[in-house]
């Protein structure tokens, strides 16, 4: 238990509270840890989803699936990221989304209303832990508008330029690695994979960039 304590300390949603304190506050929340194998279901669209959820290792993906059972991967969350928090806030607490696990990983469950809720104690940790979970989910929202910025482009290029560019801004490099492989940075970007690589290469015969595999290197235009 203390090395899982010592790891989920580390997550942000925990940040400024010891480690002597995070076993009493886990269990206000009704915590509950489980362990996933790679692509195995941790919810589907259409259950109730009542918990924050906390990735500790590993990956998560979530999965959008039209009417024809036509799936596709949006969003990965990665370690120290949460997932639910939007979800289990609603009214209905139905998701539209199904979530799996990309790779072998490990979650950490919170009780949403446990632990947006104050018992008689009212420790100073679990305010803590409610500010904290404020920051993330504003920081969150800025990405789901970052991620609008880029979607909205019009075409392919337009939206690598606007992906890219970001992402040298964020990094403060022109040279960098993104989170995505090929396929991922497609389904991310909205749009076809082959489509994309093709506009890649061109970009690179271009000269406005370089790549190998996730790693990028943008090149000032004369």
Known sequence: MEEALSCIGKMPIFSGIREEELYTLIKCCDGQMAVFE????????????????????????IIQEDFWHQQKETIHIMPGEI????????????LPVG?????NSEVLFLDYERSLTF????????????HNLIRIMSAN??????????????TTRDKLRS???RKALQEGSYSFDIPYNRQELA?????????MSSEL?????????????NHFILNKLK
């Open 38 to 61: 790679k692509d195995q279901w941790i919810f589907q669209a259409g259950e109730e989803l009542g918990y924050i959820m906390v990735v500790l290792k590993g990956r998560l993906a």
């Open 83 to 94: 997932f639910g928090e939007n979800y289990a806030s609603a009214g209905s607490k139905i």
């Open 99 to 103: 979530i799996k696990a990309a790779e």
């Open 119 to 130: 018992c008689t104690m009212a420790c100073p940790f679990h305010s803590m832990m409610v």
């Open 141 to 154: 929202k800025g990405r789901a508008e970052e991620k609008l910025e880029h979607i909205s482009q019009k």
């Open 163 to 165: 992906y890219l560019s």
């Open 187 to 195: 389904d991310y970007l909205g749009v076809d994979r082959s489509a």
């Open 201 to 213: 290469g061109k970009m690179k015969a271009e000269g406005i960039l370089e790549f190998k595999k």
